[in-house]
């Protein structure tokens, strides 16, 4: 089955205790990107990756890092976190071929409270 | 810069109606355009998406959306809603050959009532 999956879907810290969010894709897509959701800003992207090796930084990207050493995985790193990083986050994958006219696959979300 | 806006924050309707959700959009060429749903608890899903051709486009779960170049809009239709459509939509525009960041609208609430 396709699917994109991110761990843990529930995590709640504290302000600058370094976290990893992870994201895992079992369908060879080149593209990969991390959202944030915020109540009535939508979604906003923070990174994305065109490929191994390739990362770019998105709408909002202060505050994260993101690596992708493998094509399957495209983790997202808070070294600091702090309160406004309190989201609902989504990781997504796409083929890059068909950047925009294939379907992104969403991954179930990680909602992170940080205190 | 490319931006999307859904005016409606919420929308209530009754089971059986029809639907309507609004979207327009700025962006200087033909845009590729996306409406997606997100249920309670749930990512994303993609409903349908327009890039080129018949400006009326058909999606799963019954929704279609028509692409209006001339009112830069890009509305949802349903013409009768399930309780089981009750969901956030997403709005959301790609720029061919240009950004890789999509842009996605606030989202609109639907509330369906038996």
């Known amino acids: 089955e396709a699917q994109v999956t991110q761990n843990p879907r529930y995590l709640i810290t504290v302000t600058g205790k370094k976290l990893t969010v992870t994201c895992s894709q079992n369908m060879n897509h080149e593209y990969m990107s991390w959202y944030r959701q915020d109540p009535g800003l939508g979604l906003r992207q923070i990174y994305y990756?065109?490929?191994?090796?390739?990362?770019d930084k998105g709408d909002v990207p202060e505050g994260y890092k993101v690596s992708r050493k493998e094509k399957r995985n495209f983790p997202l790193i808070l070294e600091s976190p702090s309160p406004n990083q309190t989201s609902l986050y989504f990781c997504a994958s796409t083929t890059a071929r068909g950047l925009f006219t294939d379907t992104q696959y969403f991954g179930p979300g990680t909602r992170l409270t940080v205190l | 810069a490319q931006s999307v806006t859904q005016p409606d924050i919420h929308i209530t309707v009754s089971e059986g109606a029809s639907l309507e959700l609004r979207c327009n959009y700025s962006y200087g060429a033909t845009p590729y355009l996306f409406w997606y749903v997100q249920s309670p608890g749930q990512g994303l899903q993609l409903l349908l998406k327009?890039?080129?051709?018949?400006?009326l486009v058909q999606g799963i779960k019954g929704f279609e959306a028509e692409f209006k170049r001339s009112q830069s809009s890009f509305n949802l239709r349903k013409p009768s809603v399930h309780w089981s459509d009750a969901a956030e939509y997403f709005c959301?525009?790609?720029?061919?050959?240009?950004?890789?960041?999509?842009?996605f609208g606030r989202g609109t609430s639907l509330i369906v009532h038996p």
């Open positions: 990756s065109m490929n191994v090796e390739v990362t």
């Open positions: 959301a525009v790609g720029a061919a050959g240009g950004s890789y960041i999509p842009t």
């Open positions: 327009y890039f080129s051709g018949d400006t």
